[in-house]
């Protein structure tokens, strides 16, 4: 549809944003289902944040997608969360409702469907995860929610620690999985847990952007073929992991993209109330049957 005096928009807040394939994603779903709704990017320097989220309300936005680094540091300036997002700590999509702005968080839906997309199941497995923070904490959480058995949570030892051993106390308290924190300087720890484990998944950032280069592992020696490593980075489409991770066979590795769809998905509906067209959005846009 063409743009007129009507057109609700939702914006993208990251710092930085060029990267996304969200307007892409979402754009196409819009016009797809024939909806009078745009999607645009906005990098946003981190001092400008409040700014940001007070446009959602000035503009009469139907919501917003929140990413790196704002996912927690976005929920004071909220009105309200949902239950997942309080209990996880993080948002990623806020939702604007009559200028009340309501924090969700979808991508641990998200990284839970990308996984069954490609058969793998969590119910009764071992996953090592590095990172727990905007990303890692959801995913961590949801994973728990779905039958995950064991939870080794590996975090570098700065002012994120907290939260990483705030959500494996969650976890242990109110889900039957068993969660462990393990300092990400313990290498030796690191490379054991990850040899035991039926899933790896980075939710570091490692791999993008400037880091395009950086990996946590880089010796294929750390894998085994019978195990998934899943790099929740999707641009580029093959990080530096996923390359390690391939050299050791690995029989699932999976980037971002398909956590990206899903938690998009999530989000859609709850900006709009309408289902969004999964099949079309991942053949055109990430090209995939």
């Not at 892409?24 to 981190?46: G, K, S, T």
């Not at 969360?81 to 998200?110: F, H, S």
Request: glycine share 8%.
């Amino acid at each position: 549809m063409e743009i007129d005096g009507h057109t609700k928009l939702i914006g993208l807040i990251a710092h930085p944003a060029g990267h996304s394939q969200s307007p892409a994603m979402h754009n196409f779903a819009f016009n797809h289902e024939q909806m009078n709704d745009r999607f645009l990017a906005f990098d946003v320097a981190p001092d400008n944040l409040p700014q940001a989220i007070d446009a959602i309300r000035a503009f009469k936005m139907l919501g917003a997608s929140i990413s790196m680094p704002f996912k927690q540091a976005v929920i004071p300036l909220l009105d309200h969360l949902d239950a997942a997002a309080k209990m996880i700590g993080a948002v990623n999509t806020v939702v604007n409702r009559n200028g009340e702005l309501t924090g969700y968080t979808t991508d641990g839906i998200g990284f839970v469907n990308a996984l069954k997309d490609d058969g793998v199941a969590l119910a009764g497995k071992t996953m090592t995860l590095a990172g727990i923070g905007g990303a890692g904490t959801p995913i961590a959480i949801q994973s728990a929610l779905a039958g995950l058995k064991t939870l080794n949570v590996f975090n570098i030892n700065d002012s994120s620690v907290g939260n990483a051993k705030r959500v494996v106390q969650i976890i242990n308290e109110q889900t039957h999985c068993h969660a462990t924190f393990y300092p990400l300087e313990n290498r030796d720890q690191f490379r054991k847990s990850i040899a035991a484990s039926d899933l790896y998944t980075d939710a570091t950032g490692l791999g993008m952007g400037k880091l395009i280069d950086k990996t946590l592992v880089d010796d294929p020696t750390w894998f085994h073929p019978n195990m998934t490593v899943f790099d929740t980075v999707y641009a580029p489409a093959e990080t530096k992991l996923m390359r390690v991770a391939k050299q050791a066979k690995v029989a699932h590795v999976i980037n971002g993209q398909g956590m990206l769809l899903h938690q998009g998905a999530a989000a859609f509906k709850l900006w709009t109330g309408h289902e969004m067209p999964v099949a079309a959005v991942r053949h055109e846009i990430f090209k995939e049957d």
